[in-house]
Nanobody
Framework: EVQLQASGGGLVQAGGSLRLSCAAS????????IGWFRQAPGKAREGVSC????????YYADSVKGRFTISSDNAKNTAYLQMNSLKPEDTAVYYC?????????????????????WGQGTQVTVSS
């Protein structure tokens, strides 16, 4: 069974840190990109970050660049999103997702590629 199991998230004060995890089962990480969307109440869904299992390239939205770091452990089939210097505007439900890719990732992954697999959402709340 193909599954993306998301974990992490929670409540943190502004300036704090959280780490999200996304563990994949039933498919080979190295043929996919793994990343996160987020959606805040009343706002459009936003592509946050993704990492290519093919070449390890990464993409970050401008809103998180320099604060969030995405990584993956292909042996564990798990991706991680380390979120530092969190701001209240980072408050959202975060969804991990997987896309089939053949190489490097960019914003085009979020804009044009269909999501192959979704993980469940996890709430991140940043208090001011």
């Amino acid at each position: 069974e193909v599954q993306l199991q998301a974990s992490g998230g929670g409540l943190v004060q502004a300036g704090g840190s959280l780490r999200l995890s996304c563990a994949a089962s039933g498919f080979t990480f190295r043929n996919y990109a793994i990343g996160w969307f987020r959606q805040a109440p009343g706002k459009a869904r936003e592509g946050v970050s993704c990492i290519s299992g093919v070449d390890g390239s990464t993409y970050y939205a401008d809103s998180v660049k320099g604060r969030f770091t995405i990584s993956s452990d292909n042996a564990k089939n798990t991706a991680y999103l380390q979120m530092n210097s969190l701001k209240p505007e980072d408050t959202a439900v975060y969804y991990c997702a997987a896309w089939w890719v053949t190489g490097a990732v960019s914003r085009l992954v979020f804009d044009f590629l269909p999501v192959e697999y979704w993980g469940q959402g996890t709430q991140v709340t940043v208090s001011s």
